[in-house]
């Protein structure tokens, strides 16, 4: 049965510098620490990505004239745009025609009455 446990950790180990590819009380820690980074890099990866999405949105919306905190504040409220943020930064950038159709709804429906 330990060496089942042994042959995991050593082939999830592969490719690590020093003993800690061939001993399997180094190997061990190594792998526990990569599996913990990733555990953690799966959340961080997320919160990247959704600061990119916001950061695009952002430079999408300034060039026609709004600033992003109105934009998505109005968009789901008074627009009825259900578009998340990363669909619409996905406009912003490969769609620019599509996005100022977006972008001009929403303005359309902030105005004051």
Same mark, same amino acid.
Do not use: C
């Given at each position: =049965?330990? %060496?089942k446990?042994?042959?995991?950790?050593?082939? =999830?180990?592969? *490719?690590?510098? *020093?003993? %800690? /590819?061939? &001993?399997?009380?180094?190997?061990?820690?190594?792998?526990? /620490?990569?599996l +913990?980074?990733?555990? !953690?890099? !799966?959340?961080?990866? /997320?919160?990247?990505?959704?600061?990119?999405?916001? +950061?695009?949105?952002?430079? *999408?919306?300034?060039?026609? *004239? =709004? %600033?992003? %905190?109105?934009?998505?504040?109005?968009?789901?409220?008074?627009?009825?745009?259900?578009?998340?943020? !990363?669909?619409?930064?996905?406009? #912003? &950038?490969?769609?620019?025609? #599509?996005?100022?159709a977006?972008?001009?709804?929403? /303005? =359309?429906? +902030?105005?004051?009455?």
């Open positions: =049965m330990a %060496s446990k042994h042959k995991a950790v050593l082939k =999830m180990a592969k *490719g690590y510098r *020093g003993r %800690s /590819k061939n &001993t399997f009380r180094a190997a061990i820690r190594r792998v526990e /620490k990569a +913990q980074y990733a555990y !953690r890099d !799966r959340k961080v990866k /997320k919160r990247n990505f959704r600061k990119l999405w916001i +950061q695009r949105l952002n430079a *999408g919306v300034r060039q026609h *004239g =709004m %600033s992003y %905190s109105r934009f998505i504040r109005a968009a789901p409220l008074d627009a009825d745009i259900v578009l998340n943020r !990363r669909m619409l930064a996905e406009l #912003s &950038t490969n769609e620019p025609f #599509s996005f100022k977006v972008v001009d709804v929403v /303005k =359309m429906k +902030q105005q004051p009455k």
